[in-house]
């Protein structure tokens, strides 16, 4: 399925770990009071403390578009302090309390703004040519590290807080994900895969120096060093377990405060040094846990049919603030010419990553009605959803065969993606790749005999590889790294797909099935993404970075400028064209949400086909052309505020 937001690509590594059934016994929490921070609809998001403990701010789109917002927690006042933009993440209050640091795509994707709690203009402090974000504040105020792929792969890079020239810490071809500042300000932690697995890192503002605090061949990652300086948390998936650790700051043997089956997906220390909130996947939703480091079973804080997130503990360490959504994603059909919209799946579940058989009769899809996510089969016309077959893991990315008969799709087991097949009809699911790293994002070539996929090497390299599906024979089809979305030409002799350029920029790639050198066709100073090829296999239609939204357009295939084809200040992303290639089917973002819309492929005859308050994504067509599957996603996410017992 191609993305329905191209920026969504800048979402850093989430070590989401599922592993093997636990023997540990979780105990009941006592019952504190919960109360709503926030309310209405929306998405409210990443709260944050005021250091003094006496505002919030967060993120929201309750005005259509993202912007900061704070609340004053003793009179309930909200306000606006930030403009609104299309993408706005990663804010950081500082710490005298008077302007928070954020990343944003005003004018750029994204550039480092801060802008006072007051509000007022925003200052951009960092506008490199790649993409920079993830904001931290040293302890004293004075700078603030980020990451940035400027330099083609992410660094550690750091500003002055009053902007300047940004200094890069750390280039090598490898990722590296700022994570947190040491207490006194010397240091900062942070994950690498230099070696080849993601390890914990130091590096020393004295005199530059990098030091791998974890060197063994599992991946770790989020290292946050608790309120005191003496230990650093990090999580680990291990000997088929998702563990959170602790080691001495210095370095030395990390010791493990407890295991779960499902994922450890986010973690914040509590300022009394001795505890650690936690959310996980554990018991189905993500609900918020707590551990001590004096060792026990963690405390389960909530459990109910919303998803938490964002933990933020007061400064106090009495309150633990954090985002609840509650919500479903849903499957839709809409008939063009009439508008009719027939609802396909329905209840409390989310469904997913719809894909059309070729007869159009059927459309495959991911569910987690039963707490995993599992593949589904329900008729266009209607009708009871089917489960394709029973399994413990996490089954996602659905890809039919051109003749319907198959489906190939990735299978999340000990915390590993690899590639499976099996019969539409229904039967064994068969294992096609055997990486020990990771194979992801199946597509099937036009004649349905070979499969692309994106695999992980030895050394964390994303590499394009072909398995002949006949012999199941594979082969890296090209030298080049850290490529990504790879797509078949109409006449399955290319393989296009994207990879940044020099100043960290996606552009569009294509090699040949023999390998080679890749050839570069497409040149924009900004990023672009392949989002489909028209039917007659001349011209790619692409989404690109205009410096202040997503424009769609359309480029030859074998090379050239870019037409411009839709143009707003909004997002207009994830074209997909019509089987007779005469209209294109796209979301925007012009009334606040991700709508649906068409356009004649010369640009003309726009029309929004939905206005709702909910989202709409992962469009496809019907292969006659008369209707369009979709998904939509009605959801909203407040900020939540739970007393901790045991803090007085």
């Known amino acids: 399925m191609k993305n329905l937001i191209p920026i969504l690509l800048i979402s850093m590594v989430c070590f989401l770990w599922s592993c093997s059934p636990t023997d540990q016994t979780t105990k009941e929490a006592p019952q504190d009071v919960i109360i709503e921070l926030t309310s209405g609809t929306g998405d409210d998001s990443e709260v944050q403390y005021s250091p003094d403990g006496k505002h919030i701010a967060f993120v929201s789109d309750r005005s259509g578009k993202l912007a900061i917002y704070t609340k004053d927690l003793e009179t309930g006042d909200v306000k606006r302090i930030s403009d609104e933009v299309n993408w706005l993440a990663g804010i950081d209050w500082s710490p005298d309390g008077s302007k928070i640091a954020f990343a944003s795509d005003k004018g750029a994707v994204p550039d480092l703004f801060v802008v006072s709690v007051e509000g007022g203009d925003e200052k951009r402090i960092v506008g490199l040519s790649g993409l920079d974000f993830n904001p931290k504040w040293s302890p004293d105020g004075s700078k603030i590290a980020f990451m940035s792929n400027t330099s083609g792969s992410f660094d550690l890079w750091m500003v002055s807080a009053d902007g300047g020239e940004p200094k890069q810490l750390t280039d090598s071809d490898r990722e590296e994900y700022v994570s947190d500042w040491s207490p006194d300000g010397s240091k900062i932690a942070y994950s690498s895969d230099e070696g080849g697995n993601y390890n914990i890192w130091t590096y020393s503002l004295e005199d530059g120096k990098k030091t791998a605090m974890t060197s063994d061949a599992t991946d770790k990652g989020n290292p946050q060093w608790s309120p005191d300086g003496n230990r650093i948390a990090f999580t680990v998936y291990t000997e088929g377990r998702s563990k959170l650790m602790t080691m001495p700051a210095e ?110 009769s059927t459309v495959v899809y991911v569910s987690n009605k039963d707490n995993d996510n599992d593949l589904y089969a329900v008729s266009t016309s209607g009708g009871d959803p089917k489960k394709l077959f029973e399994s413990d893991d996490n089954e996602f990315n659905p890809n039919i065969s051109p003749d319907g008969s198959t489906i190939a799709f990735v299978a999340n087991q000990n915390s590993v993606n690899n590639i499976w097949s099996m019969p539409i009809e229904g039967g064994a699911p068969t294992q096609l790749t055997q990486s020990e790293k990771g194979a992801y994002d199946p597509n099937w070539s036009p004649d349905g005999s070979m499969i692309a996929y994106m695999q992980i090497t030895s050394k964390g390299e994303d590499v394009i590889v072909v398995m002949d599906m006949s012999t199941r024979q594979s082969r890296q089809i090209s030298d080049i790294a850290e490529a990504g979305n790879p797509t078949w030409s109409p006449d399955g002799k290319m393989i296009y797909f994207s990879k940044d350029d020099s100043n960290g920029n996606p552009q569009i790639w294509r090699t040949g099935l023999e390998g080679g050198e890749a050839e570069r066709i497409s040149n924009f100073d900004k990023y672009v993404f392949v989002d489909e090829f028209t039917p007659d296999g001349k011209s790619i239609l692409v989404s690109y970075h205009t410096g202040v939204g997503f424009d769609l357009g359309m480029i030859p295939s074998d090379g050239g400028e870019i037409t411009t084809l839709v143009e707003s200040d909004a997002w207009d992303v994830g074209a997909v064209c019509s089987p007779n290639g005469k209209q294109i089917a796209f979301m925007t973002t012009r009334s606040g949400s991700n709508d649906l819309c068409i356009v004649s492929v010369d640009g003309s005859g726009f029309r929004q086909l939905t206005n709702t308050e909910g989202d709409e994504a992962n469009v496809l067509w019907s292969p006659d052309g008369k209707y369009i599957i979709y998904q939509r996603e009605d959801s909203d996410a407040n900020l939540m505020a739970r007393s901790i017992a045991g803090t007085d």
Request: no cysteine.
């Open 251 to 360: 370095g030395g043997t990390a010791t493990e405060l407890f295991s779960f089956k499902k994922g450890i997906n986010g973690y914040e220390w509590a300022p009394d040094n001795n505890r650690i909130a936690f959310y996980s996947n554990e018991g189905g939703e993500n609900d918020i846990w707590l551990a001590s480091l004096d060792g026990g079973a963690p405390a389960q804080l909530t459990n109910d049919a919303a998803s938490e997130s964002g933990l933020k503990w007061s400064p106090d360490g009495k309150i633990l603030a954090f985002r609840s959504e509650e919500g479903y994603t849903h499957l839709y059909k809409m008939d063009i010419e009439s508008g009719e919209v027939t609802t396909l799946t329905s209840g409390e579940e989310r469904e997913w990553s719809p894909e059309i058989t070729p007869d159009g």
